[in-house]
């Protein structure tokens, strides 16, 4: 076994930082067909509990992806499992930062635990959890 950036530690963390746009609501429906209302329908969005638009969950979870490939534990890196709490909502505009902890690393293969969070700017938590992944070796053979 071997990690192609060196084996994470307990403890390590990392974080990514971004700003959800309108657009990502139709890039995500083009992506999967979620046309829920919520999504798009303002007067509908307005009745829920949310008091108004917001972005499909996938689109929120997604930056702990950009995480995970680009930051810890780095490229190569896959989910194999995850659990998450949807907490809060995320709406256009908002700025919402990724942020992963290691928990756990196996030491017969490139296996780590994570707890996860994706927090709003306004200090709110829109998901937590944890997750399972596995980092390949992606340099040539």
Known sequence: MAW???APQVGDRAELTRTIEASDILRFTEISGDRNPVHY?????????FGGIVVQGGVTSAI???????????PGTVFLETHWKFLAPCR???TITGQVEVTAVREDKPITTLATRVVRDDGVVAI????VCWTMDLSPA
């Open 4 to 6: 192609p950036q060196g």
């Open 92 to 94: 256009p505009g908002d």
């Open 41 to 49: 329908d303002v007067e509908a969005a307005a009745r829920t509990r």
């Open 64 to 74: 702990l992806n950009a995480v995970v490939a680009q930051r810890l534990p780095g």
């Open 128 to 131: 937590e959890g944890t997750a």
